[in-house]
């Protein structure tokens, strides 16, 4: 969890909303979430944590291992939180798009002629989209898979 970094990841709008809830759970003020104000917050959200998970959950993010979640614990937890999520958002796009592409007839790949059309000729874009799909494909049949595609696109 070292690689994310907050102030990449979190506003500073997002940064005070994490404050206050840390604020929330943090019910003695002691500037810490120990593992009963973590259970107490989980049952008030209607779960029904073990020990044990609450001290799993506490040690996915207790950077310092003594035992609570620190503020800065908690925002590295959030600002991962929101990376993951927005990575599922990105991969379901990408999803979205190669489907788009591949069309409706049953289809795995994407034509790469097609592709090479839409992108020069109805999107007029100047990448060069020849040297990508090149540099992706795992074969010369003209079809580009998802993998292929997904790489093409974090290029």
Known sequence: M?????EEELTEIEIQKCREAFNAFDKDGSGTIDPEELRNVLEEMG????????????????QSNRGVIEFKDFLRAMARQKRMQ?????ESDIRD?????????????IDAKKLIHIIKDEFNLTIDIERLIYEVASNTNGEISYEEFRDMLSN
């Open 47 to 62: 779960q029904k944590p073990t020990e044990e998970d609450v001290l799993k959950m506490i040690n996915e993010v207790d």
């Open 86 to 90: 927005r990575e599922r958002e990105d």
């Open 2 to 6: 070292n690689d994310v970094k907050v």
């Open 97 to 109: 798009a190669f489907d788009a592409l591949k069309g409706d007839d049953g289809r795995s790949s």
